[in-house]
């Protein structure tokens, strides 16, 4: 049976919403061990089934870079299946149920539901925009080498990489259904607002959206 790791990226997000998330995810009866990445000295609750990976404070946010730390520690951990998500989706079960089929030649991608709470998990709206969840074989990660860490801020990492993995062969689709729930936040509480997407990093051409396909990614992936 395939061991499953979950990783989230929660630097410098307020300790409220990842003690939610940790509540609204049944990691452990799901038996899928989860991954939370945080800045140094942050401190959050750690269950037996949650690894929490400290790595030094960035100059400028970098989700690729924080991602990769966590998906590459579930794979040395001996992980053969990563979903990444983000620390504001709620994962359905039939979401963990389609991840097991996971294979070298066969990846996942979700788009978000929104839900303003765990009361409304039975009126979700479809957001057909945002895809903040894949799940890809560990054989794919080392391959694709994990995300482009050269898209510092937040935002199109995972279309990117979607896209990536999509060049390469995988067969690869961004699913509705089942469904994976995000709750809307207020936008004070989105981590580290402050940070650049970097589509509008027009100075960065390799971080631009026309170049980034083109970017190889370094063997030191991950490695802070």
């Known amino acids: 049976m395939s061991s ?3 990783v989230v990226t929660a630097y410098q997000i307020p300790k409220r919403l ?12 799901q038996d899928v061990r989860l991954y939370i990445v945080v800045k140094k000295g942050d401190i959050i609750p750690a269950p037996p089934h949650i690894t929490v990976i400290e790595i030094p404070k960035q100059k400028i946010f970098n ?7 966590g998906i590459r520690r ?24 389609q991840i097991k089929q996971t294979t070298v030649k066969k990846g996942f991608c979700y788009r ?3 839900i303003a709470s765990l009361r409304d998990l039975d009126n979700p709206i479809l957001d057909p925009k945002t895809m903040g969840s894949i799940c890809l074989h560990k054989d794919t990660w080392n391959a694709l080498r994990g995300y482009n860490e050269l898209l510092e801020g937040y935002g199109y990492d995972d279309a990117h990489i979607f896209k990536r993995a999509l060049i390469s062969g ?3 689709k961004v699913f509705f259904d089942p469904i994976m729930y995000h709750i809307t936040h207020a936008s004070g509480e989105k ?8 589509l ?3 100075e960065n051409l390799k971080a631009s959206k026309t170049n980034w396909l083109d970017c190889v990614e370094p063997e030191k992936w991950g490695i802070i």
């Open 4 to 6: 499953i790791a979950c």
């Open 18 to 29: 990842v003690e939610n998330y940790i509540i609204a995810n049944d990691f452990q009866n």
């Open 63 to 69: 989700i690729g870079k924080t991602a990769n730390v």
């Open 74 to 97: 579930a794979i040395f951990d001996g992980a053969d299946i990563i979903l990444k998500t983000d620390i504001d989706n709620v994962i359905s079960a039939g979401v963990f149920e």
């Open 112 to 114: 978000n539901w929104n």
């Open 170 to 172: 995988l067969d690869i």
């Open 191 to 198: 981590h580290n607002i402050n940070t650049i997407n970097p």
């Open 200 to 202: 509008k990093r027009k």
